[in-house]
């Protein structure tokens, strides 16, 4: 009995998909050199959204847009609309940079600790910006969020050496816990494991399983595989336009548009 | 090695001043070329405070130029900064004296060891400018991406991201500028009034190990006199190497090694 009402819920559960972020006619340029055409899409919820696509289609473009890192080029320009929540992140009366970026955190390509800083330090980065802690507090939050980003047990000695020590995929993942210090609710991923090892890889996908359990992710990934793998929902970009954007197992197993199934079979890119 | 060579012939050419007045020498302030009385102190003295002077004016200066034209301008407005800094280096030294000479000095109440100082200052500003601008734009794009990802403002985002990795260049700005400022010789002759002697006020004139050498050189009657003076200049190397190596130390530190 028990257990039928919990199944029932959680079906439920996967019908009340709550969207995180919705855009809307999202385009954007590099000075005259429009890198985006429209886009629309719905990031949901506690899901994990991958973002496809060949080089060069505006992947990074787009989810550098999620947090307003896009307009920091130097004529750079957007139009249309991305909401957070409801409310529209370009709207200056609703929401300020700063705390726009504090909900959508961001990690990059290539792994980028702050090379002068210790892991510790890294890692509290994020969070001294938002106040001065009392530092048994500070250790104590920057244990738990090594944890979470399954890093703890290869740092918990080294704590005081310089970020760049660490191997490239532990870099990534103190990248992981620098964004997830100041408790964002979206998390950015630009290609994270582009740079790194199938078992650094591994270990970082399994980090994602478990993060989006309490935050919304959006990975930008080149490999078809990781994306089958970890994301509930897949896009599909091509020329700075989104093609296709579906639950990832049907991108995957019966794309609707012919310029998908090209791309998920090999054909091109 | 060839740092050695150089100690070496000036150690041989400076022996017999040595001799004469040993250890003393370094602690004495006569000067007396006439009776062959010699002492260092106020030189060292004058030598260092007019070089801590320039650095304490040239540095937040020169800091604060290179961060406003490296990370808050945007306009063409800046290019025209940067050249008139760049241009500010090509003066050669004696003009600069001669401009102190006329307007500096008359505006600080005369020759003196703050005239030597904020003459120093000007010269050391374009160096310091450029060669910070130079390193703090070298800092990875994407470090200061990372910070901003964070929520980092402006300043944050370069107090957290930018200013770390560049601090060494800047050490190294500054080395550089205080070499620079240690051996200058012409502009400070004509400015900080050669008297060989410790004042407490940093009006009054004094003298440095540079421009004693300089001006006195032709002049040394004595073989004392001449070594001397060769003394002074071995000492003059041993401060500029004191000073690189605490800046080595301070770079070294600073890079990584914490803890
Ligand atoms: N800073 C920039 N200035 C000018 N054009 C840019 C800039 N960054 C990207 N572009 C252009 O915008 C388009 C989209 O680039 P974007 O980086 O978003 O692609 P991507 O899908 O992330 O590619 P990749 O998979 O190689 O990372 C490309 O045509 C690129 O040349
Ligand atoms: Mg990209």
Redesign the pocket.
């Known amino acids: 009995m028990d257990r039928v009402i919990e199944k029932v819920k959680k079906e439920e559960k996967m019908v009340i998909e709550r969207s995180k972020m919705s855009v809307e006619n999202l385009s954007a340029w590099?000075g005259d050199?429009q890198?985006l055409f429209n886009i629309n899409i719905e990031l949901f919820e506690n899901k994990v959204t991958a973002i496809i696509?060949p080089?060069?289609?505006?992947?990074?473009?787009f989810i550098r847009n999620l947090n307003r890192l896009h307009e920091t080029?130097s004529g750079a320009k957007v139009s249309g609309k991305v909401y957070l929540d409801g409310r529209d992140i370009f709207d200056h009366n609703c929401c300020d940079v700063v705390t726009l970026r504090r909900r959508v955190g961001m990690v990059f390509q290539k792994p980028t600790p702050f090379p002068t800083m210790t892991i510790y330090e890294n890692v509290a980065a994020g969070i001294k910006l938002y106040g001065k802690k009392p530092k048994g507090k500070l250790d104590q939050i920057v244990e738990q969020i090594l944890k979470q980003a399954a890093l703890w047990d290869e740092v918990k000695d080294v704590l005081y050496k310089p970020g760049p020590s660490l191997s490239g995929g532990q870099q990534q993942r103190l990248c992981i816990a620098r964004a997830l210090a100041i408790e964002p609710e979206v998390i950015l991923l630009d290609?994270p494991c582009s740079a790194l090892d199938p078992i650094s890889t591994a270990k970082i996908e399994e980090l994602i399983h478990k993060l989006k359990q309490n935050y919304t992710i959006i990975i930008?990934t080149?490999n078809m595989q990781q994306a089958a793998r970890v994301a509930d929902y897949t896009a599909f970009?091509l020329l700075g336009e989104m093609i296709e954007f579906e639950v990832t197992s049907k991108i995957f197993t019966a794309p609707q548009d012919k310029r998908t199934e090209d791309y998920v079979t090999g054909r091109f890119g | 090695m060839l740092l050695l060579l150089l100690l070496l012939l000036l150690l041989i050419k400076s022996s017999l001043g040595f001799k004469t007045f040993g250890f003393g020498f370094f602690f004495s302030s006569a000067w007396d070329p006439l009776h062959d009385v010699f002492g260092a102190l106020p030189f060292i003295y004058g030598t260092i405070m007019s070089s801590l002077i320039a650095l304490l004016i040239a540095l937040p200066l020169g800091l604060s130029c290179s961060i406003y034209l490296a990370e808050i301008s945007h306009s063409k407005f800046k290019e025209h900064i940067a050249t008139m800094i760049d241009l500010l280096a090509a003066i050669p030294s004696v003009v600069y004296g001669l401009w102190g000479i006329f307007v500096l000095a008359p505006a600080l109440g005369g020759p003196s060891l703050l005239t030597g100082g904020v003459i120093l200052s000007i010269m050391l500003l374009p160096t310091i400018t450029a060669i910070s601008r130079e390193v703090i734009q070298a800092v990875p794009h994407n470090l200061r991406e990372s910070a901003l990802a964070l929520g980092a403002t402006k300043w944050e985002t370069f107090k957290l991201a930018v200013f770390g990795p560049a601090l060494s260049g800047i050490v190294g700005a500054v080395i550089l500028g205080l070499g620079r400022a240690l051996g200058e010789t012409m502009a400070v002759t004509m400015v900080i009034g050669n008297r060989p002697a410790i004042s407490p006020s940093l009006f009054a004139p004094a003298y440095t190990l540079a421009s004693v050498i300089a001006n006195e050189f032709a002049e040394a009657t004595s073989e004392v006199n001449l070594s001397v003076l060769v003394e002074l200049g071995l000492i003059l190397l041993v401060i500029t190497v004191i000073v690189n190596g605490i800046a080595r130390i301070l770079v070294w530190k600073t890079t990584g090694h914490k803890k």
Do not use: L, M, N, Y
């Open positions: 590099f050199k890198a696509g080089s060069g289609c505006g992947k990074s473009t080029i290609e930008v080149h970009f």
